[in-house]
C-alpha cells in the first residue's frame, strides 16, 4: 500500500508539476509569439519607412530635373534675347554712322549750311542762360551758368566767330583762370 501511496503522490505531483508547468508554457509561448510579432511589426515600420524615404528621394529628384531643365530653357532663352539684342544695337550703330546719316542726308537733298545761311530766333518768355557776372552766358563768360526768366532786352546778335589767334589764347587763358578761381582743375 505503501508503493501504492508513494505512486498516488509521485502522480499527484506529477499532475500538479504538469499543470504548473501548462500555464508557464502558455505563458512562453504568449511571449514567444508577441516577440516575433513585434519583431514583424518592427520590420514593417522600418520597410514602410523606407519605403517613404524613397518615394520622398524619388519626388524631389524629379521636381529637381524639373527646375534644371526649365532653367536650361530659360537660359537657352536669354542668350537668344542676348543675340537679338547684339543685333539690333549693331543695327543701330550702323544706322547712327556718320557716314551713313550723311549719305541719307545728301541722297534727300539737304547741304551743308554756311555761316550766312544760319538764323537765330529769339522766343520771348524762354529762360535764358546767366553768367556769374550777371551778363549773357557765352563763349567770353566762365563761370557757373544759371536759368533766369527771360529779359526784356532785345535779341542780341549771335556771337562773332574768333578771328585772331590771340584772341582765342585769351579767351582758353580766362576760361581756364576762371576755373583755377572756382577750385576746378583742367
Do not use: C
Given at each position: 500500500?505503501?508503493?501504492?501511496?508513494?505512486h498516488?503522490?509521485?502522480?499527484?505531483?506529477?499532475?500538479?508539476?504538469?499543470?504548473?508547468?501548462?500555464?508557464?508554457r502558455?505563458?512562453?509561448?504568449?511571449?514567444?509569439w508577441?516577440t516575433?510579432?513585434?519583431?514583424?511589426?518592427?520590420?514593417?515600420?522600418?520597410?514602410?519607412?523606407?519605403?517613404?524615404?524613397?518615394?520622398?528621394?524619388?519626388?524631389?529628384?524629379s521636381?529637381?530635373?524639373?527646375?534644371?531643365?526649365?532653367?536650361?530653357?530659360?537660359?537657352?532663352?536669354?542668350?537668344d534675347?542676348?543675340?537679338?539684342?547684339?543685333?539690333?544695337?549693331?543695327?543701330i550703330?550702323?544706322?547712327?554712322s556718320l557716314?551713313?546719316?550723311?549719305a541719307?542726308?545728301?541722297?534727300?537733298?539737304f547741304?551743308?549750311?554756311?555761316p550766312?545761311?544760319?538764323e537765330?530766333?529769339?522766343?520771348?518768355?524762354?529762360?535764358?542762360?546767366v553768367?556769374?557776372?550777371?551778363?549773357?552766358?557765352?563763349?567770353?563768360?566762365?563761370?557757373?551758368?544759371?536759368?533766369?526768366?527771360?529779359?526784356?532786352?532785345?535779341?542780341?546778335?549771335?556771337?562773332e566767330?574768333?578771328?585772331?589767334?590771340?584772341?582765342?589764347?585769351?579767351?582758353?587763358?580766362?576760361?581756364?583762370?576762371?576755373?583755377?578761381?572756382?577750385?576746378?582743375?583742367?
Amino acid at each position: 500500500m505503501e508503493e501504492q501511496r508513494q505512486h498516488k503522490t509521485e502522480h499527484r505531483s506529477q499532475q500538479t508539476g504538469e499543470q504548473r508547468r501548462e500555464p508557464q508554457r502558455d505563458v512562453r509561448r504568449s511571449l514567444a509569439w508577441l516577440t516575433e510579432a513585434q519583431a514583424a511589426l518592427g520590420w514593417g515600420v522600418i520597410l514602410a519607412l523606407v519605403a517613404l524615404l524613397g518615394a520622398v528621394y524619388l519626388y524631389q529628384t524629379s521636381r529637381i530635373a524639373g527646375a534644371g531643365r526649365e532653367v536650361q530653357g530659360l537660359q537657352n532663352e536669354l542668350d537668344d534675347l542676348k543675340r537679338e539684342n547684339a543685333g539690333l544695337e549693331r543695327q543701330i550703330a550702323e544706322a547712327q554712322s556718320l557716314e551713313r546719316l550723311q549719305a541719307e542726308a545728301v541722297r534727300l537733298g539737304f547741304v551743308r549750311a554756311q555761316p550766312e545761311d544760319i538764323e537765330y530766333l529769339v522766343v520771348s518768355d524762354y529762360p535764358q542762360a546767366v553768367g556769374q557776372d550777371g551778363g549773357q552766358f557765352g563763349p567770353a563768360t566762365f563761370g557757373p551758368a544759371t536759368f533766369g526768366p527771360a529779359t526784356a532786352t532785345p535779341a542780341a546778335a549771335p556771337p562773332e566767330p574768333i578771328q585772331t589767334m590771340d584772341e582765342a589764347i585769351w579767351l582758353a587763358l580766362k576760361a581756364s583762370l576762371g576755373d583755377l578761381i572756382r577750385g576746378e582743375a583742367p
